[in-house]
């Protein structure tokens, strides 16, 4: 079955610099989330989009913003990055809004960030 | 604060043996509880969820949980590891649903399962 594909995978970045990272969600599914998970912590929620239009906003920094495109795939773009944003990104799509016992968050490979 | 907790960093089992991964949770109104798996290097694979119904849950990979109110409880269990079940598991409630929104999961801190042979 198809999955949530995120790229890149791995990316090194400078301080300072910018990064776009990309999702694509599981076809039919409309509703896209990004998670960030630091080393040794727990995915913390960073922000959400439902048919193109932010749904839910997280614990996100104004450096970083995001959009879902027609296509319903989504991008993270980062901006004057930091050392702290050093972390695996993940982003899980879902099909929504159904009733909520349907709603399942599937998460994708995640693309892991240094920052140098 | 709706939340969850994972009261052990780590778990060790022998293969064959029963597997126990405790969660217990802290909401207002009916939970919306799930588990998912984090191999390394690998997304978070979902295993299971409690919306409504019977408290015993049956997931993926052989995994069941028992949803239990009176203990505010969703643990996961295995009858039998094994070694490939070695991974961090997470236990996470759904937070922040509104009329415009699914909300978020909010994530238990972990716990790292080792299962040797």
């Known amino acids: 079955a198809a999955g949530v594909i995120q790229s890149p995978r791995h990316l090194i970045k400078e301080k300072r610099e910018t990064a776009t990272l990309k999702c694509y969600p599981i076809?039919?599914?409309?509703?896209v989330y990004w998670y960030q998970q630091g080393p040794g912590q727990d995915p913390q929620f960073l922000i959400s989009?439902?048919?193109?239009?932010?749904?839910d906003k997280g614990s996100i920094p104004d450096r970083f913003s995001a959009q879902q495109f027609s296509d319903y795939h989504s991008e993270l773009n980062m901006s004057s990055l930091e050392l702290g944003d050093s972390a695996l990104y993940f982003c899980?799509?879902?099909?929504?809004?159904?009733?909520?016992?349907?709603?399942?968050?599937?998460f994708g490979p995640g693309t892991r960030l240094l920052v140098l | 604060a709706q939340s969850v907790a994972q009261p052990e960093d780590q778990v060790n089992v022998a293969e064959g043996n029963p597997l126990t991964v405790k969660c217990t949770y802290s909401?207002?109104?009916?939970?919306?509880l799930f588990w998912y798996v984090q191999y390394p290097n690998r997304g978070l694979q979902f295993l299971l969820k409690?919306?409504?119904?019977?408290?015993l849950v049956k997931g993926s990979y052989g995994f069941e949980a028992e949803f239990n109110k009176s203990q505010t409880s969703f643990h996961l269990k295995k009858p039998s590891a094994l070694v490939s079940d070695s991974a961090l598991y997470f236990c996470?409630?759904?937070?922040?649903?509104?009329?415009?929104?699914?909300?978020?999961?909010?994530f238990g801190a972990g716990t790292q399962v080792v299962v040797t042979p």
């Open positions: 076809p039919r599914h409309d509703t």
């Open positions: 909401v207002s109104g009916n939970p919306y």
């Open positions: 409690y919306i409504t119904g019977d408290n």
């Open positions: 989009f439902y048919e193109k239009m932010q749904s």
């Open positions: 996470a409630v759904r937070v922040g649903m509104t009329t415009d929104s699914w909300g978020k999961l909010q």
């Open positions: 899980a799509s879902s099909q929504g809004p159904l009733a909520v016992e349907e709603e399942t968050q599937y």
